[in-house]
């Protein structure tokens, strides 16, 4: 059975910085593309950013480049997402969520950890 | 930016409904990478559509998708009261980025 399971949020000051995680356990972690896309309250997804199954290449979207940093370790089938510089408008579901073979859509979903940046 | 959905759509179980996500030439109409997902309150968007118009092994065929030009459509037929959900499309941007829809509730009168 397929589980994403996200930890690390929480409720932070504007400016800080947050670490999310996500482990994964049910299918082939480490030949997946993953990706974390947030929600904020009451609105659409957004699509945060993405490590390959390598590790080395990552995509990031405009809104949080330069303020996010994602990375997995593979050998215990962890993703994570290092948030800096947090802006109120950074307070959202953060999911993390599994690519199908590079084909821009999304199998695997995790039930989403809170992230609120209040002062 | 974020592909443009219908805030609501409704119907009376056993009819359709259909909701359409518009963006532009640079993603919905230049790639057949359209997506759509159902999201209940509080949990995990699931992924129903995929490619433009293919379902997930478990998904009804009540459930389908089209796309024309710039805009995709999902159709769902003889709807159910377990079709009442958030329903978000989602596609490729090009240049490595992914972009979803502003969403649509659909609420089974």
């Known amino acids: 059975q397929v589980n994403l399971v996200e930890s690390g949020g929480g409720e932070v000051q504007p400016g800080r910085s947050l670490r999310l995680s996500c482990v994964a356990s049910g299918f082939t972690f480490k030949s997946s593309n993953m990706h974390w896309i947030r929600q904020a309250p009451g609105k659409g997804l957004e699509w945060v950013g993405c490590?390959?199954?390598?590790?080395?290449?990552?995509y990031y979207a405009d809104s949080v480049k330069g303020r996010a940093a994602i990375s997995r370790d593979n050998s215990r089938n962890t993703l994570s997402l290092q948030m800096s510089g947090l802006r109120v408008e950074d307070t959202a579901v953060y999911f993390c969520a599994r690519e199908v073979d590079t084909k821009m859509f999304f199998d695997y979903w995790g039930q989403g950890t809170l992230v609120t940046v209040s002062s | 930016s974020a592909l443009t959905q219908p805030p609501s759509a409704s119907g009376s179980p056993g009819q359709s409904v259909t909701i359409s996500c518009t963006g532009t030439?640079?993603?919905?109409?230049?790639?057949?990478?359209v997506s759509w997902y159902q999201q209940y309150p509080g949990k995990a968007p699931k992924l129903i559509i995929f490619e433009v118009d293919k379902r997930p092994s478990g998904v009804p065929d009540r459930f389908s998708g089209s796309k024309s030009g710039n805009t995709a459509s999902l159709t769902v037929a003889g709807l159910q009261d377990e079709d009442e959900a958030d329903y978000f499309c989602?596609?490729?941007?090009?240049?490595?980025?992914?972009?979803f829809g502003t969403g649509t509730k659909v609420t089974v009168l």
């Open positions: 490590v390959w199954y390598d590790g080395f290449t990552k």
């Open positions: 989602g596609s490729y941007g090009g240049s490595n980025n992914r972009v």
């Open positions: 030439t640079s993603d919905i109409g230049l790639y057949d990478y």
